[in-house]
C-alpha cells in the first residue's frame, strides 16, 4: 500500500524545502518530491515543519519514576543513586512493562521514533533469573512495539559495584555473574522488526578488566552496536587509575572496546589522550546535556571530541525531561557558557545528532534522514505556537533547535504509521495517566 504525506515545510538536510511530498510504501520512504506547492489529491498533510524522526539514544526507561522526586533538598550523583536503587528494586517485569510503555509514549509524543534503552534490571531482586532469565528485557521490547516506536535493547553487562569488588544488595538483580554467563543470556534475545539487540558494557567500574573483552567480541561477531558509560564522574577516573594505572578510556582501548560501533555515554572528564584515543577510533559520543547538569556531572569536551573524529548523538537518560530539542540546545549552550563564545554547532549539525546519527549509534544505520530508501519515520512541530510562531520558515532549522520544545509536536509517523496524530497518542489513548499510574505502582 502506498500513501502521500505532504510536508508543508521540510528539513531535506541542510535546508528547509516548501511543500515536499513524500511517498511512502511498506513503511519506507519511496521518493521524495520537492516544490509541490499544493497537497496531492489524497495525501496526508503535515502542516509546520516535519523533520526526521528523532533518536533518543540513551535512556533508562525505569528512571523516569525519579523525576522531581530527587529534586528534593541536595547532593551529588552519588546520593541520587541511592534514590534510583530504590526505585530498581521494586520493578517487576509486569511494573516494568507498564511504565516503559508510558515513557516511550511520552518519547513518541516528544518526535522521538527510535529509543536506545540501556537495560540493566535483569533478575529478580535477590539476583535470582526469571523463569524467562530475559523477562526483563522482553518486556521493554514489548512496551516499544505497544508505543509504537523503534528500540534498540543495549543489553548491558554489570558485574561489580567496583574495582574488585562484588555487587551491593541493590546490585545483584543486574549481575550476571561473569560477562560468559551475561553473553549466553543475551545471545537468546532476538531480533524484531521494531527492535535491534545490542550491548553495553555498564562502566569500567561494573566490568572486571578481564572480562571486558568478552563482551567487545560478542558485540563484534553480532556486528551490533555497542555503549559503554564513560568518565561520568571523576570518582571513578580517580578510582580506575588506583586500580589500574591508567584513564578508563585508555583501559577500554586496552581492551578492544573502542571503535565505531562503540559510543561512549557522557564522555565528561577526559584527557587530552582520551579524546584522540576516542576520535582515532570513530568511537562515537552520546551526550545527555538535561541529565548531566541536573546530576552535576558537569560538561564534556563536545567540540574537542567531534573535531577529533567522534560522532555526536543525544539522550535523555534519567528522563528530567524528555526533549531532545532541549538536549540539542542545551549541548549548544553549555559549550557557549563554558568557553563564552556562540555558534559552536550549526542547528543543521545539531539536528542531525538528534536524528541521523543518533540512529547510527543505536544499528539504524538507514533512519534519521528524509531520503528515498529510509524508514519512513518523521515528525512533525507547529510553526504558530507562542514559542515558534514569528521566524521565517526558511529558519525552519533554527527555530526547532533554539525555540520548540517537545510540546511543539503535532505528528510522529514510524514505519509510515501515525503513532501521534495532531499531538496526541494513537496507541495509548491517555499518556499522562499510564505515566501517573506506572509511577504510583512504583511507591506502593
Not at 507498564?98 to 537495560?119: D, K, N, P, Q, S
Not at 524508514?375 to 520558515?393: E, H, K, M, N, Q
Request: aromatic share 6%; net charge negative.
Amino acid at each position: 500500500m502506498t500513501q502521500t504525506y505532504w510536508l508543508e515545510h521540510a528539513w531535506l538536510d541542510p535546508a528547509v524545502e516548501p511543500g515536499v511530498a513524500l511517498e511512502v510504501a511498506d513503511g519506507r520512504i519511496a521518493s521524495v518530491r520537492t516544490g509541490v506547492a499544493t497537497p496531492p489529491p489524497g495525501a496526508e498533510i503535515l502542516r509546520g515543519l516535519t523533520l526526521p524522526g528523532l533518536a533518543n539514544a540513551h535512556s533508562h526507561a525505569f528512571h523516569r519514576a525519579l523525576r522531581s522526586t530527587v529534586q528534593v533538598g541536595s547532593g551529588t550523583f552519588w546520593t541520587w543513586r541511592e534514590a534510583m536503587y530504590a526505585f530498581a528494586d521494586r520493578l517487576t517485569p509486569e511494573t516494568y512493562h507498564a511504565l516503559a510503555r508510558a515513557v516511550y509514549a511520552e518519547m513518541a509524543l516528544a518526535g522521538i521514533t527510535a529509543v536506545g534503552e540501556f537495560h540493566y534490571v535483569h533478575h529478580t531482586p535477590d539476583g535470582t533469573p526469571y523463569a524467562d532469565p530475559n523477562a526483563m528485557g522482553e518486556a521493554l521490547i514489548d512496551a516499544a512495539a505497544e508505543a509504537g516506536i523503534r528500540i534498540t535493547l543495549l543489553d548491558t553487562a554489570y558485574l561489580s559495584s567496583g574495582f574488585g569488588q562484588p555487587p551491593n544488595a541493590h546490585q545483584r538483580r543486574f549481575s550476571d555473574g561473569t560477562a560468559e554467563a551475561w553473553a549466553e543470556r543475551c545471545s537468546v534475545l532476538k531480533e524484531r522488526e521494531h527492535a535491534r539487540i545490542g550491548a553495553a558494557i555498564h562502566s569500567v567500574r561494573a566490568v572486571p578488566a578481564d572480562q571486558l573483552a568478552t563482551v567487545a567480541r560478542w558485540a563484534e561477531e553480532r556486528r551490533a552496536p555497542l555503549h559503554v558509560h564513560l568518565s561520568e564522574q571523576t570518582a571513578e577516573n580517580d578510582a580506575c587509575r588506583q586500580a589500574h594505572g591508567r584513564t578508563p578510556t585508555r583501559l577500554l582501548a586496552d581492551h578492544g572496546v573502542l571503535g565505531p560501533r562503540t559510543t561512549g555515554v557522557h564522555n565528561t572528564h577526559l584527557t587530552d589522550e582520551d579524546i584522540r584515543l576516542i576520535g582515532s577510533t570513530s568511537t562515537g559520543t552520546c551526550m545527555c546535556p538535561t541529565t548531566e547538569r541536573d546530576l552535576a556531572d558537569g560538561i564534556g569536551p563536545a567540540v574537542a571530541l567531534q573535531v577529533a573524529g567522534s560522532p555526536l548523538s543525544l539522550g535523555s537518560d534519567s528522563h528530567a525531561v524528555i526533549d531532545l530539542f532541549e538536549e540539542a540546545r542545551a549541548m549548544e549552550l553549555n559549550e557557549r557558557l563554558r568557553t563564552r563564545t556562540r555558534g559552536h554547532w550549526t542547528a543543521a549539525a545539531l539536528l542531525r545528532a538528534a536524528s541521523a546519527d543518533g540512529h547510527a549509534a543505536l544499528g539504524w544505520q538507514d533512519a534519521g534522514v528524509l531520503e528515498a530508501g529510509a524508514p519512513a519515520d518523521f515528525t512533525t512541530i507547529a510553526l504558530d505556537s507562542v514559542r515558534t510562531a514569528g521566524p521565517l520558515p526558511r529558519l525552519g532549522a533554527e527555530t526547532a533547535v533554539f525555540a520548540a520544545t517537545a510540546a511543539d509536536v503535532r505528528h510522529t509517523v514510524v514505519g509510515g504509521r501515525h503513532v501521534v496524530r495532531d499531538g496526541a497518542h494513537t496507541r495509548v489513548p491517555d499518556v499522562p495517566r499510564a505515566l501517573a499510574d506506572a509511577v504510583e505502582a512504583l511507591r506502593a
